[in-house]
């Protein structure tokens, strides 16, 4: 795997109106890295990434992916560029199998023009992805919403998976979830490295941030306020960095 960043995010201004969502923030991620970002409701997370994703635009600010400085105007180039995002509502649609939602979009056709789903090739193709991602579904022709939640959250991950990304941002991807799931949608998270992939997770749940992260990012008020390597800290320390204002003592 290459070394070094594979993206860099330099001094992004966001607004929306008169408020400030995000002042001057920097972030790094490297080749194969899992950075974590957390923060207090409306601190700007899903803002920053919305900007990665192609979602927002940044008032001010580079993104540098691969040494190159990339104008991000629309989720479509993210998909180019090799950036996915995983939404919090997932954007599943319900009452269609998994193959149906793994190639939502960019259904195979037998010829151009011709608007005849191959279901067996998408089918293998579907299972290949799950299989590679070692993604249990027992039945892949069950409809989305017949799958508990970690299972939809893993049919989300494997599609995005599938258009080779080299970056893959979830929003809150153990939000919601059983207990006994959140570990395997951690699990799997961590196994996207092997493939490649560089992951950043915003979550609230810091036990989930420490399982996953190498790095975590704590955003308050739009603004960086503090970045740890995952070993030398610990939930106690981010917490402080997360709810602590300025001014305020430090224990
Ligand atoms: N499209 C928008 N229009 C107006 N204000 C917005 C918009 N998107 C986000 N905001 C505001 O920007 C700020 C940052 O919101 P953001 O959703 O990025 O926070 P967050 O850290 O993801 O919070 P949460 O943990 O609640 O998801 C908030 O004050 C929010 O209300
Ligand atoms: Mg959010």
Do not use: W
């Not at 890295?33 to 635009?57: P, Q, R």
């Not at 490295?193 to 008020?221: C, E, N, Q, T, W």
């Amino acid at each position: 795997m290459e070394k070094g960043n594979i993206l860099e995010m330099k001094n992004i201004h966001k607004g929306f109106g008169g408020l400030k969502a995000l002042v001057d923030v920097n972030i790094t991620l490297k080749y194969g890295e899992v950075i974590g970002l957390v923060g207090d409701n409306a601190a700007g997370k899903s803002t920053l990434m919305k900007i990665l994703s192609g979602a927002y635009h940044a008032d001010e600010g580079k993104i540098i992916f691969k040494n190159e400085e990339v104008s991000i105007a629309s989720p479509r180039i993210a998909r180019q560029i090799g950036i996915e995002m995983v939404y919090q509502d997932l954007e599943l649609c319900p009452n269609l199998d998994v193959p149906a939602n793994l190639f939502l979009g960019r259904e195979i056709i037998t010829k151009p023009g011709f608007k005849f789903l191959k279901k067996r090739k998408m089918e293998g193709e579907a299972l290949d992805i799950l299989s590679r991602l070692k993604i249990d579904v027992k039945n892949p022709r069950i409809k989305i919403d017949k799958l508990s939640g970690g299972q939809q959250q893993a049919v989300a991950i494997g599609r995005a998976v599938s258009f080779e990304p080299k970056i893959v941002i979830m929003d809150e991807p153990t939000a919601n979830l059983a207990v006994v799931e959140i570990d395997k949608v951690l699990e799997l998270t961590l196994r996207l490295k092997d493939h490649g992939i560089s992951a950043i997770v915003i979550s609230h749940r810091l036990d989930d941030v420490f399982k996953v992260a190498d790095r975590i990012y704590v955003l308050k008020h739009g603004r960086i306020a503090g970045i740890r390597e995952k070993m030398e800290t610990n939930k106690e320390e981010v917490i402080k960095l997360m709810f602590m204002e300025e001014g305020e003592q430090r224990a």
